[in-house]
């Protein structure tokens, strides 16, 4: 009996100690966070105090209904009075730092395409200003699907994470009803050309335009006959993809033309290669027969956010419209 003591009081040892590291667990679990619900890179607290340094980062901010807008840049616009009272910064691309400083904002967000510019500027002015405190953050709005993922950035940065995804599915539904409406009707081959002082280039399924399209499951050239990472690649007016082409979509850089009627906003330098695209155009549009549509570049590529549903049902019925 003496032999099976000290077994005995092991025993009993080994369950005590069981019993205590259960109880150790239990606590943790009851009141230390699972390691998978940690709190992302993009929570904040609950209400930022928040500039918009962008247009287009107002335009999302402005359907998600977030109402700790502190202040915005002067070349942004608002049909809603909260929104349009702001007060303003200075331009996009060059706000002014003493008066971001005074309304000491938690976060500044601004377009990617801002990014070196808008970084240069606190950097430079850091040690003056003191602004490492602000965070600044940038939201990519260059196709379809960077739209809808920083739309969801944006809110989940500002704690609205449920008015953001009410937005994505919005502008879902409208993608997904034009498709159901034009499914079974041939595509023609659109051809997407951004005319610029550099030149006229030819845009891809990544381009803005291109990758709306391509969300309809409309067809785009050069994509239906070879591959590009690129946005826009420079095209030669009378290359294949242009034979190739059913349908023309042009975009003309700002303050330029109207339509293609000729009729100039401004005399430069490279307004003879306009001249001369119109003509190309023109000939292509008499011999094809091949319909030509032109817009504002910053007409249709400022259509951020629940707008881009606009800009889907435009470029759906006029791809669909000879059908």
């Known amino acids: 009996m003496k032999a099976v003591r000290p077994y005995l009081i092991t025993l009993l040892s080994f369950i005590f100690l069981l019993l205590i590291a ?38 999302v901010l402005e359907d998600i209904a977030y109402k700790n807008v502190i202040a915005k840049s002067s070349d942004s616009n608002s049909e809603d009075d909260y929104y349009k009272n702001l007060a303003e910064i200075g331009s996009s691309t060059n706000p002014k730092i003493t008066l971001i ?46 739209c809808l993922s920083s739309i969801a950035e944006i809110g989940a940065l500002t704690n609205n994470e449920k008015a953001a995804m009410q937005v994505i599915q919005t502008i879902e539904a409208k993608i997904l009803e034009l ?38 499951n409309i067809k785009t050239i050069p994509d239906s006959v070879r591959y590009s990472d690129k946005p826009y690649e420079l095209i030669n007016l009378k290359s294949r993809f242009t034979e190739k082409a059913d349908l023309l979509i042009v975009l003309f850089d700002d303050d330029f033309y109207d339509s293609f009627t000729g009729d100039y906003k401004s005399y430069n330098a490279w307004k003879n290669n306009a001249a001369l695209l119109i003509r190309e155009l023109n000939l292509l549009q008499k011999k094809r027969k091949c319909p030509v549509y032109s817009f504002e570049r910053s007409k249709i590529e400022g259509c951020i956010s629940l707008k881009l549903s606009t800009v889907a049902e435009k470029l759906a019925d006029i791809v669909y419209i000879e059908k």
Not at 42 to 58: D, E, H, I, M, T
Not at 190 to 199: E, R
């Open 179 to 216: 498709r159901r409406k034009n499914y079974g009707r041939p595509s023609p081959s659109v051809l997407v050309l951004l005319h610029t002082k550099v030149g006229t280039f030819v845009g891809t399924k990544n381009s803005f335009v291109g990758s709306i399209l391509n969300a309809l």
């Open 101 to 146: 400083k005074k309304i000491e904002p938690d976060i500044y967000l601004s377009d990617l395409n801002l990014k070196n510019k808008i970084d240069f500027l606190f950097e430079k002015n850091n040690s003056a200003y003191s602004l490492n405190h602000i965070e600044r953050q940038y939201f990519d709005f260059s196709t379809y699907e960077n």
């Open 22 to 59: 259960f109880l150790v667990l239990d606590y943790f679990d009851l009141f230390m966070p699972d390691r998978f619900d940690l709190p992302n890179k993009y929570v904040r607290k609950n209400s930022p105090l928040v500039v918009a340094g962008a247009n287009s980062v107002l335009k």
